[in-house]
């Protein structure tokens, strides 16, 4: 399995068009956010002090998400190709477990997962300094890297059991295109969440990443906030963090922290049992 692995892993970082396209949602929302997001959302705390600091934390957060479901579904993309290829029945032929061969395809997602997902909070920390914010605290910084490692595990499973429905390239990559335009409005990022209808907030809500959005931007905006909203109004600033998806409502109170991460846990087992099972239900699903 170990060489299976770090034959995945030099497949995709050989292939230059297979990370671009990964990250292609990334940087369609960096794009946008630089063009006139970020003067627009930044605008509307004028009153504020240091409100394009917390406008850019907050973006950010929501950035980290979509990158551990663009990149591992961009590494999945090796699964459909060998299956398409018939590259498989040659790992058939081969000594190699048929849960060995699973494992592989879903421990190099992880790894590639994890990689590109740290260069892109490498790259949002130093965006953020850039426009003259600071550097997330050592703790803050520890808290984001086991929700990237959570986050990513989550993307995995779900990824895993999506692929199993394509068997072309063109269909995977239409996919791939599909949720890339999707992924920015399912994770709050073009439209904040408070502005939208209760019914799409609540499709919103039952998207399992949108979860790991909120907590991403709960660290990210952690300082920010403090001193953005330290003479304001708690009323106001309650509004504030529900409109931008910084916390969840439910019913009278808020979704709290580890709800979230329960939901992120859950899903990545549930996600992770439907894939097993759609490989064992069909012999041909690699």
């Not at 992880?110 to 909070?121: E, Q, R």
């Not at 808290?143 to 895993?160: E, H, P, Q, R």
């Amino acid at each position: 399995m170990k060489q299976l692995i770090l034959r995945n892993l030099k497949l995709f970082f050989r292939d230059r068009s297979a990370v671009f396209f990964s990250l292609l949602a990334v940087f369609i929302i960096i794009g946008l956010y630089i063009l006139f997001l970020g003067d627009m959302l930044s605008s509307s705390l004028v009153d504020i002090p240091g409100g394009r600091f917390l406008m850019d934390s907050w973006i950010m957060g929501g950035l980290l998400s979509v990158t551990s479901i663009t990149t591992t579904l961009g590494a999945f993309g090796i699964m459909v190709d060998d299956r398409y290829k018939k590259i498989f029945k040659d790992f058939y032929c081969s000594p190699i477990k048929r849960s060995r061969l699973i494992g592989g395809y879903l421990i190099s997602t992880f790894i590639i997962g994890i990689i590109i997902s740290m260069v892109a909070f490498i790259l949002c920390e130093a965006y953020i300094v850039i426009n003259g914010g600071r550097i997330l605290p050592l703790m803050n910084i520890l808290k984001i890297i086991g929700l990237v490692l959570l986050t990513t595990l989550t993307s995995s499973s779900m990824v895993a059991f999506i692929v199993t429905f394509f068997k072309s390239q063109n269909a995977f990559a239409s996919f791939s295109t599909i949720l890339g335009t999707l992924i920015g409005f399912l994770t709050g990022i073009y439209v904040p969440l408070g502005t939208l209808p209760e019914t799409v907030q609540l499709a919103i809500k039952l998207f399992p990443i949108s979860h790991s959005a909120a907590l991403f931007r709960q660290v990210f905006m952690e300082v920010p906030m403090k001193e953005s909203f330290a003479n304001v109004p708690i009323d106001r600033f309650e509004d504030f963090k529900v409109t931008l998806g910084v916390v969840f409502t439910s019913g009278d109170g808020f979704i709290s922290v580890p709800t979230h991460i329960m939901v992120l846990a859950a899903s990545f087992v549930f996600f992770l049992l439907l894939a097993i099972w759609r490989f064992r239900l069909k012999k041909n699903s690699l």
